[in-house]
């Protein structure tokens, strides 16, 4: 903890503490780009062979993947304040810019509203013909209608925005005045941010991708995209701490302890992933109980037991093997790859939680379009996703300058 | 960084930027052994006797109670169709429950940097291994024949020839709690070897210094020793971490894997684990509210660790209250008849009034800590963990007893009472479990002398460090 040499806070201007330019240039083409292939995805996902569906699961899968990035950084954002950590303050930032994206995937929801609205075969199955039929559909529509279907995920969205204006917006004017006041008041509300959190976190996980198989359920359901949200928000949040430091930048704020702190971190939420996604596949499996095993049972035929099985050893085994090696921890470039390998496992982990609703006949590669729209569309929101990230960081100090506990991050040293 | 300014006991505040200290006082290396050796040193004050022979006396009666019911049989419990999991196994996972702070705060909050752990972990974790022989006990004699318990062991039998079920969560649940209980003691004693040495060191009687010499393991406290120790006890706080989530998880198994409605759920497993560090905590709070008082330890476990214990009550009573919520919305969600029912019945049918009192202690009391006057006051923060105690065991009572009285099949649904032995046994483990607490407190290093030295000595360095700044500045 304690450090022989006087630590010299830089100016909030400083040049190591800017976006590179070299990336600042990239957000207007990977809006633009970004955009694009997320046009061409959707419509190769209209061509796959299962209608308007299987490009509304392709597009849901891409936006979910951003989503839950942007919901894990606002939550470690959060949780920072709330347990006043000292280690993390020169890594905050780039987790703060994540979660400031907000407005734009709820931009991005619009399209799924609009499906939504327009119902029938369009999106979800609790609209459709097979699931009015049933004798309960008249009672689960009263929670599965578009009406209350749009009040819940605008006020999810609403409460994220506002959850990420206020403690991103705080820490900026930080930077400026330096008050240490402004700390206090982000603690104080951290509080009730996390409760409004988990309540939103949970409604959002029920709504937009549980009830894509409407006569399935699982309370832990929202703890399992909880934990793959996490997962990713710390693997992003990783991965460009590290793209910025390639850049020449941030080389002394932020230390191999950092990386060392947050490949802990990563392997803390790959074994909370796999403890989660674990104990809600085995409490199924062993009760048996058919409306409950039918979820899993789409995912254990025609081919998807593939990507079942790669999530087994690829999202956990791996990883968990990996990561458990402190020198590993302590290099940067490993926790780097590790970090952009995690982000691939949660797009595939997502991929698998959505996409057989869509095709579970054709199999994971959706006839072959249908990967490909996939793919596009992953590449194409996360292009646009990370566009906008580029663009709020461009005239925004990389750490928090002023936070009044910089200086014990500065310092601070794994024992 | 620097060492926030106290007035008085209250180290609560700290601006963001300082670190409240977390020893007070002119404590020094010194009054750190003498405040804690003393208590083992002195002779037992009045109270400690009459508490020591009250809870002696109902663990006493909780041995003979297992006697008659050995003799009798089981049908002394008021078990019967359809509840055959009555108040043994609603008091087993209870007292598991209780056993998950202790590790909790000596593995997790260690990994974690948390250094206000340093002068609660050791008291915590003795409770966590009395909880457990505590909970322990209960299945050993529900099995019926408690003298064959042991075909509960990973061998085949030689009477059945044939092994124990694998596939059952109750065997899982036996190598699960057996793990938690022997790792939980190991870290336990491992931790305690620097100070137990200082302990034989300091006694004046032959056969005192022999058992402590005995228990301290030659420990020298050489450089050698200590790089070797700080070694062991990172690694153990690594195993141990995984622990703490697999007990509760396992016990949850016990009853999530079954389909019977309100039982069979997925949230169980975090839920579960959340309860168990929930009510460890009020426990650890129960306990060591007075005891800081009656021990003089003021100084030691300061209102900063008794805060911070609070905001932990209060983040897991908001998680158990979150998954209560989810399972009721769940149940209606999912629209299957029979767990709609389990639900509506647990709220409204003949245990509602066990249902409100766990709703009431669990996740409305805990709600006070939100208010900073009721987690810096001793007395309220005691009260409202006497809540969260009962409220937790009212959990379990509802889980085990409101589902099984009321499942699939009408005809054979039932009203669960409770006899005087159910009574006497839930009474007698808890004089069990005050024994030993009181029996460690006498007997052992209380606090960790040698841990809470070091956060001294950190304390002093950053003091140290900013007082030279300043003088340069002048």
């Not at chain 2, 003795?126 to 042991?150: D, E, K, N, Q």
Request: charged share 10%; net charge neutral.
């Amino acid at each position: 903890m304690s450090h022989s040499e006087p630590i010299k806070l830089k100016a909030p201007d400083h040049d190591t503490l800017q976006l590179p330019a070299s990336l600042a240039k990239l957000a207007v083409p990977l809006l633009g780009g970004g955009v694009l292939v997320l046009l061409v995805g959707w419509a190769i996902g209209l061509a796959a062979g299962e209608g308007v569906r299987y490009a509304m699961l392709s597009y849901l899968s891409a936006l979910m993947f951003c989503v839950t990035i942007s919901l894990g950084a606002l939550f470690f954002v959060i949780i920072q304040h709330l347990t006043r950590a000292g280690w993390s303050a020169t890594v905050r930032r780039t987790s703060e810019l994540l979660a400031s994206a907000m407005p734009l995937l709820a931009i991005m929801f619009v399209p799924i509203l609009i499906a939504v609205w327009i119902g029938g075969e369009t999106m979800y199955a609790w609209q459709g013909a097979e699931f009015n039929a049933l004798e309960v559909a008249p009672i689960k529509q009263l929670y599965l209608n578009p009406g209350f279907f749009t009040i819940r995920a605008v006020f999810c969205f609403a409460s994220w925005i506002l959850l990420a204006r206020y403690f991103c917006g705080m820490s900026r004017r930080q930077d400026q005045t330096g008050e240490v006041q402004l700390t206090e008041k982000m603690q104080f509300w951290s509080g009730p941010a996390v409760f409004l959190f988990s309540l939103t976190c949970s409604i959002a996980a029920f709504d937009w991708i549980m009830s894509l198989a409407p006569m399935w359920f699982s309370t832990m359901f929202g703890v399992y995209i909880f934990a793959g949200s996490i997962l990713a928000a710390l693997a992003a949040g990783t991965a460009l701490v590290y793209w910025f430091q390639a850049q020449g930048k941030l080389r002394d704020e932020v230390t191999v302890e950092h990386y060392h702190d947050l490949g802990k971190l990563l392997f803390g939420f790959v074994v909370f992933w796999a403890y989660i996604s674990f104990s809600q596949y085995l409490l199924i499996w062993y009760a048996n109980i058919p409306e409950e095993t039918e979820w899993f049972f789409y995912r254990q035929a025609n081919g998807w037991s593939w990507v079942s099985i790669i999530l087994v050893l690829m999202h956990w085994l791996l990883p968990f093997l990996a990561l458990l090696s402190r020198p590993l921890r302590r290099r940067p470039g490993w926790v780097f790859g590790w970090s952009v390998y995690l982000l691939l496992m949660h797009f595939i982990d997502l991929f698998w939680a959505i996409m057989p609703q869509a095709s579970h006949a054709m199999g994971p590669t959706g006839g072959g379009l249908g990967i490909v729209s996939v793919i596009l569309c992953g590449v194409g929101m996360s292009a646009l996703y990370l566009g906008a990230v580029f663009k709020l960081a461009a005239d925004v100090p990389l750490i928090p300058v002023r936070d009044p506990r910089l200086i014990e991050s500065l310092a601070f040293e794994n024992v | 960084m620097s060492i926030a300014a106290v007035q008085g006991s209250d180290n609560t505040l700290e601006r963001p930027g300082e670190r409240a200290p977390l020893v007070l006082g002119d404590t020094t290396f010194h009054t750190i052994t003498e405040s804690v050796c003393q208590i083992a040193e002195r002779k037992p004050s009045k109270l400690w006797v009459a508490g020591f022979l009250v809870s002696a006396h109902l663990a006493g009666f909780f041995g003979i109670l297992v006697l008659y019911l050995i003799y009798t049989g089981v049908g002394v419990w008021g078990n019967q169709a359809p509840v055959f999991w009555g108040w043994p196994i609603v008091n087993f996972v209870f007292w598991v429950g209780i056993g998950h702070a202790g590790t909790l705060i000596s593995a997790i909050l260690f990994l974690f940097r948390q250094e206000w752990r340093t002068s609660i972990n050791r008291a915590a974790e003795a409770m966590t291994i009395f909880a457990v022989i505590c909970a322990g006990s209960f299945p050993g004699i529900h099995v019926g024949r408690a003298w064959l318990a042991y075909w509960l062991a990973p061998y085949p039998s030689l009477n059945l020839w044939m092994w124990p079920q694998f596939r059952s969560p109750l065997l899982w649940d036996v190598f699960a709690v057996s793990t938690y209980g022997s790792v939980s003691a190991a870290f336990w004693y491992m931790g305690m070897i620097p100070d137990l040495a200082t302990l034989r060191d300091r006694a004046r009687n032959p056969y005192r210094r022999f058992a402590y010499g005995i228990l301290a393991l030659g420990w020298s406290g050489s450089s050698r020793h200590w790089l070797r120790y700080e070694k062991a006890y990172a690694l153990l706080a690594a195993l141990a971490a995984p622990l703490v989530l697999s007990v509760h998880t396992i016990v949850s198994f016990d009853f999530a894997v079954s389909q019977v409605p309100g039982w069979h759920t997925t949230i169980f497993p975090p839920y579960f684990v959340a309860g168990a560090i929930f009510s460890g905590f009020a426990m650890v709070l129960t306990l060591m509210i007075p005891a800081r008082s009656l021990l003089n330890l003021k100084h030691l476990i300061t209102l900063r660790h008794l805060e911070n214990m609070c905001k932990i009550i209060l983040a897991t009573g908001s998680i158990v209250g979150l998954a209560y919520g989810t399972e009721f919305f769940i149940a209606w969600y999912g629209q299957v008849r029979e767990e709609s029912f389990a639900f509506i019945n647990r709220a409204f049918g003949p245990y509602a009034w066990a249902y409100w009192i766990m709703i009431t202690c669990n996740v409305i009391s805990p709600q006070l800590f939100w208010f900073r006057r009721f987690r810096t006051d001793p007395v309220l923060i005691f009260i409202v963990t006497i809540f969260v105690n009962i409220g937790m065991w009212f959990e379990r009572f509802v889980i085990v007893v409101s589902s099984l009285s009321r499942d699939y099949l009408p005809s054979a649904w039932g009203y669960f009472t409770p006899t005087w032995v159910d009574w006497g046994m839930l009474i007698g483990s808890f004089g069990l479990f005050f024994t030993l607490f009181l029996l460690f407190c006498r007997l052992m290093p209380v606090i960790n002398m040698a841990e809470t030295k070091a956060t001294l000595a950190h304390e002093m360095h950053v003091r140290h460090l900013t007082e030279h700044a300043q003088h340069e500045a002048e």
